[in-house]
């Protein structure tokens, strides 16, 4: 049961793993011995990555927002590991404009993805886990969960849906030593939602930072859970 200590020889998912936050928080995870299995859309991007990130890392490609995709992905993925024991939910679009622009199309694929793919990874983990004897769950949510914003409305909806489903769901299993915490991560360099790159650098956060709240959140011992973990930039662009 990958709770707590070393995760040397335990299998890990990272949705969304093949670059930026989701590929830092596999690299750091897979450096600490644990077997990792990484999704993204296609299983070039999947399989490139993971041979970049551990030599027994495994790429694959998974629609999160479909359940039937995310579905054979945990089959393929626990066929690969040792076991599921840790998820890390990072997979996430983002679409901006306002309301009465929003195509529904947009709409469906932001909430499709931040918050349904969530939900349908968390049901395939949870009844593994629960064999396994526990687990860690972690969400990788955004401050947009509690802070909104002109032109965010559905990432927005998205992230505020996740930290409910996220609370509820911590609740629910942590009986069953499975653990549930999600991470807020402010402004990030990266290129999410086409955006970052050079007009965040130098001030924003970087994906190794959000990476290491996760293992530091992986290390606690089995008493302790920190359920909910705010990062931010220390000093955000003027």
């Known amino acids: 049961m990958a709770t707590s200590g070393s995760l040397e020889g335990r299998g890990a998912i990272v949705t969304g793993g093949n670059r930026g936050i ?3 928080i596999a690299e750091s995870i ?22 970049e990130i551990a030599p027994r890392a495994r790429g694959f490609a998974c629609d999160v927002s479909d359940p039937e ?5 945990f089959e393929a993925a626990e066929a690969a590991l040792p076991g599921v024991d840790v998820l890390v939910n990072n997979a996430g679009v ?3 404009a306002p309301v009465e622009k929003l195509a529904v199309e947009a709409w ?34 955004s401050l947009a969960g509690k802070n909104a914003f002109p032109n965010g409305a559905a990432y927005n909806a998205s992230k505020f849906g996740l930290t409910g ?6 609740q629910e299993v942590r009986h069953d030593n499975i653990r549930v915490a999600y991470v807020m991560p402010g402004s990030v360099d990266t290129a999410f939602g086409g955006r970052g790159g050079g007009e965040k ?8 930072d959000v990476a290491r709240v996760v293992m530091d959140i992986l290390r606690l011992p089995p008493r302790a859970l920190a359920s909910r973990v705010e990062l931010r930039p220390s000093r955000p662009k003027a």
């Open 22 to 24: 989701g590929r830092a």
């Open 30 to 51: 897979a450096a600490e011995g644990a077997i990792v299995a990484i999704a993204c859309r296609t299983a070039a991007a999947a399989e490139r990555a993971a041979k």
């Open 69 to 73: 995709s995310v579905a054979r992905f």
């Open 94 to 96: 983002g679409e901006f």
């Open 108 to 141: 469906r694929r932001v909430l499709g993805t931040n918050l349904d793919g969530v939900f349908y990874c968390c049901r395939e983990a949870i009844p593994r886990m629960k064999r396994r004897g526990g687990g860690f769950i972690v969400n990788v949510s």
């Open 165 to 170: 489903f996220s609370e509820a769901l911590m």
């Open 201 to 208: 650098k130098g001030w924003a956060l970087l994906p190794e």
